[in-house]
């Protein structure tokens, strides 16, 4: 079993920048890609980024790329998004999970969430 726990959201204003951090415990995350993804209420979950076992690899949401930066820490287990150039649309909650490393599907471990609010 994996459990992730994420941390670093709070209330900014449009144009700030934030760092979440994804730490895993119970198991080493070493063997999974590592995803963030967000939900406001009413809509789906949606993709915002992932990151292969090695960190080599990366893959961003359009409405995010340039923006957003995702890294891991292999040694200690931890997974971040680096948010700069926040917008209000960028406001919600922000999810780390597992994901397979051969299609990027998730492995069905999520975090419990962390709120990002971003004020005009």
């Known amino acids: 079993q994996v459990q992730l726990v994420e941390s670093g959201g709070g209330v900014v204003q449009a144009g700030d920048s934030l760092r979440l951090s994804c730490a895993a415990s119970?198991?080493?995350?070493?063997?999974?890609?590592m995803g963030w993804f967000r939900q406001v209420p009413g809509k789906e979950r949606e993709f915002v980024a992932a990151?292969?076992?090695?960190?080599?690899?990366?893959k961003y949401a359009d409405v995010v790329k340039g923006r957003f930066t995702v890294s891991r820490d292999i040694p200690k287990n931890t997974v971040f998004l680096q948010m700069n150039s926040l917008k209000p649309e960028d406001a919600a909650v922000y999810y780390c999970?597992?994901?397979?490393?051969?299609?990027?599907?998730?492995?069905?471990?999520w975090g419990q969430g962390t709120q990002v609010t971003v004020s005009s």
């Open positions: 999970a597992a994901l397979s490393s051969s299609d990027w599907s998730p492995m069905g471990y």
């Open positions: 119970g198991r080493t995350i070493s063997s999974y890609a």
């Open positions: 990151i292969t076992r090695s960190g080599l690899t990366k």
